[in-house]
């Protein structure tokens, strides 16, 4: 069947308006590794403030990170070999169960739709610890969580300096206080490989764009919720410093 020029015009202005609203609801890139495009745009006028590309970006990176750290969390609690390690899984199912509960509350309001997986890398991650054992588990979970920690606690930073939105503010104040709160708790575990902890933290590999973007949800799927967990004692909030590695 042919259609008329005028019905084609139809059809690709709807396919383009269809395409154009997908991208303001899911961003394209969400991995660890700098996003295109420009990130001061703002996408939408909400009553708690203006809301960026960045803004709409950190949202869905916090709720990311936790389809992934939360589920090692609980392998950690599970599998690892040293009260230390017990007690860092502990702190990341706690941490990541809040935030994730403000990541869902707050989302409607701004109109973003969060991911309901993590990206492909972030699942690789949890792959490489599951394949570990013993020591080799332990150290294996500390170092990358280590790394990808580090790698975000700066964009969380300037996301607090530069948002004009409340609520993104309000994550971004609670995001400051878990990462930091995980970064002790791993640092406390002794094993953490500083030099190459940081060598990855400032010089991450550039992954294609499909490996470091969590997949959208399906259309009419239903918001994975993290399990919050009020049978953990735990305190992630003003932690104690670990001990410098210099002085033990």
């Known amino acids: 069947m042919r259609l008329s ?53 950190f949202v869905v990176k ?13 392998m950690v609690m599970e599998r690892g070999t040293t009260k230390e390690m017990k007690t860092a899984g502990e702190h990341l199912v706690v941490g990541h169960a809040g935030l994730d509960a403000m990541c869902r509350e707050i989302s409607p309001e701004l109109g973003i739709t969060l991911p309901n997986r993590a990206s492909p890398q972030q699942e690789g991650f949890v792959a490489t610890v599951d394949a570990k054992t013993g020591g080799e588990f332990d150290s294996s979970a500390v170092n990358i969580m280590r790394v990808t920690h ?61 490996k470091v973007t969590p997949p959208p949800p399906q259309p009419g799927e239903r918001v994975l919720v993290l399990k919050p967990r009020p049978d953990l004692d735990v305190n992630t909030a003003s932690p104690t410093p670990a001990p410098s590695p210099a002085t033990g």
């Open 150 to 210: 580090g790698q975000i606690f700066p964009a969380i930073a300037k996301i607090r300096a530069t948002t004009k939105n409340t609520l993104v503010r309000q994550l971004a104040d609670l995001a400051n206080d878990t990462v930091l709160d995980h970064i002790t708790v791993l640092e406390k575990t002794g094993l953490v490989e500083y030099d190459k902890v940081t060598f990855q933290q400032t010089g991450p590999a550039k992954l294609p764009r499909e």
């Open 62 to 74: 916090v709720r990311a990170a936790g389809l992934w750290e939360y589920p090692l969390g609980e």
């Open 5 to 57: 020029r005028s019905r084609i015009g139809v059809v690709v202005l709807f396919a383009t308006m269809t395409l154009t609203l997908t991208a303001l609801a899911f961003p394209a890139v969400l991995g660890l590794d700098k996003p295109d495009g420009n990130q001061n745009r703002v996408i939408a006028s909400t009553k708690f403030g203006p809301l960026t590309e960045a803004d709409r970006d």
